[in-house]
């Protein structure tokens, strides 16, 4: 019998506060403040159902060594409560809901979707040959802020590009910081990851510098589109975010780095998101 609550463990669906929220202020952006309520429907669907089939890729590709890992006996594939099999469905049902809902947008969205598919498609390999495998998840959801930008807008722009670059580095220096406390395990499975490659220590530099750069790149999209102080007010909370990050989470200590501790980065997302809708509003 198929167990909805064991697929909703499988795909996190809460996770989508990472990158939703930005395919909306892609929109926004794009629609210079006036999305069509049709359009943002369709892109949380798109957005939702990608998600879900990126993360059940994820977690069938990763069975082998997830099964053990102890931090990753909670996942419904390492419990046994999904197949292979039944993971492999539920992807192309993703799919299949995925494309239809790209159809509903503007033409352009369908004939790049192949594009914005290959990054969660290819991630999950990544990590088997390159450390820097954190930068290809970075991109998979830097897909997001692109895919509701194209949706509303039906162009690719310059602010675009910065936005879905600030995105991508947010996300992957984050996941490097995150799988850092998988060095010891990556290694004796043949896996990459930054601290793998340079350790821990330089790992957690490299994060460092690249949120900086996020944020520079965040600053960028506001001054090529002419936004208020508003959304450099929100760049400025996901900014202090990120510090307080870095400051809390040792690369010799990961005693603090907690589900509290994943989730608050979704702050980043939601006080540029919400700052730049109030810009429009105020």
């Avoid at 309520?37 to 069975?63: E, H, K, M, P, Y």
């Avoid at 192949?114 to 290819?122: E, G």
């Avoid at 998979?140 to 991508?168: F, H, K």
């Avoid at 994060?207 to 750069?213: E, F, Y």
Wanted: hydrophobic share 55%; net charge positive.
């Amino acid at each position: 019998m198929i167990s909805i609550r064991a697929h909703l463990n499988n795909i996190a669906l809460h996770h989508t506060i990472f990158d939703l929220p930005f395919a909306f202020m892609g929109a926004l952006l794009a629609a210079n403040g006036s999305p069509r309520i049709w359009d943002l429907f369709w892109i949380a669907v798109a957005i939702t159902s990608g998600r879900a089939a990126a993360l059940a890729i994820d977690n069938w590709a990763d069975l082998k060594y997830d099964s053990q890992q102890p931090r990753m006996a909670y996942r419904a594939m390492v419990q046994g409560r999904i197949s292979k099999r039944e993971a492999l469905v539920f992807i192309l049902l993703c799919f299949v809901l995925l494309v239809f809902s790209v159809a509903q947008l503007r033409p352009i969205c369908l004939q790049l979707l192949p594009i914005a598919a290959i990054p969660f498609v290819i991630y999950p390999f990544t990590k088997r040959f390159t450390g820097w495998c954190h930068l290809f998840l970075g991109l998979a959801i830097g897909m997001a802020p692109a895919g509701g930008w194209v949706a509303a807008g039906g162009r690719i722009d310059p602010p675009m590009l910065l936005l879905c670059t600030a995105v991508a580095l947010w996300i992957g220096a984050f996941d490097a910081m995150y799988g850092a406390q998988d060095e010891e395990f990556d290694k004796s499975q043949g896996l990459h990851s930054l601290a793998t490659e340079f350790g821990a220590k330089r790992a957690f530099w490299i994060a460092g510098a690249l949120h900086i750069v996020c944020i520079v790149c965040f600053f960028l999209v506001g001054i090529l589109l002419h936004l208020g102080s508003l959304y450099f007010f929100g760049v400025g909370i996901a900014g202090g975010v990120l510090i307080y990050q870095h400051r809390i989470l040792k690369y010799d200590d990961f005693s603090r780095l907690t589900q509290g501790y994943f989730m608050r980065n979704g702050i980043v997302s939601m006080a540029i998101c919400l700052c730049a809708w109030l810009n429009y509003m105020v």
